[in-house]
């Protein structure tokens, strides 16, 4: 008997470099897939939020990055995640989902710190977690996001 996957049940990878065009490209990645996937009312968010986690990754580590779209258990949701090597989680992301306080504000004259502010208020959930070393010695960390529509 086949087996069949229900439509919801979908991935996308995307592995990029530590190049400074990763992001653009990064960004352009749920543009081009999420109407492909009946999702395009999440395009935009989508969008936003993973440029966000992707300039994080190029700016804050010095090796490739992976980006990761799926289908969630949610026929309307979607999950994105982003690997890089550094092992960091970056607040607010390194506080479990009960442990969560109030966002920390960023000061006006800051040139940078308000992007996973962004994730965090606009996913529907949302997280990271520390890797260990894989088999090329390369462990570093996950950030994701979830969005529903």
């Not at 970056?90 to 442990?99: A, L």
């Not at 606009?122 to 390369?138: E, K, Y």
Request: charged share 20%; glycine share 10%; hydrophobic share 35%.
């Amino acid at each position: 008997m086949a087996t069949v996957s229900p439509p919801h049940t979908w991935s996308y990878a995307l592995h990029l470099p530590h190049d400074p065009r990763a992001p653009r490209i990064a960004r352009m990645t749920p543009r081009a897939v999420l109407p492909a996937c009946g999702l395009a009312e999440l395009a935009d968010l989508a969008e936003l939020l993973t440029s966000e986690l992707v300039t994080n990754a190029y700016r804050h580590s010095e090796g490739p990055a992976a980006l990761r779209l799926r289908g969630t258990d949610d026929p309307c949701g979607l999950r994105v995640s982003v690997w890089d090597t550094n092992p960091h989680i970056p607040s607010p992301f390194d506080k479990p989902p009960g442990r969560r306080g109030p966002l920390r504000p960023v000061p006006h004259e800051s040139d940078s710190g308000r992007g996973l502010g962004l994730v965090a208020q606009w996913a529907r959930a949302w997280g990271g977690h520390p890797l260990g070393d894989d088999l090329f010695g390369r462990g570093g960390k996950l950030l994701w996001f979830e969005l529903g529509a």
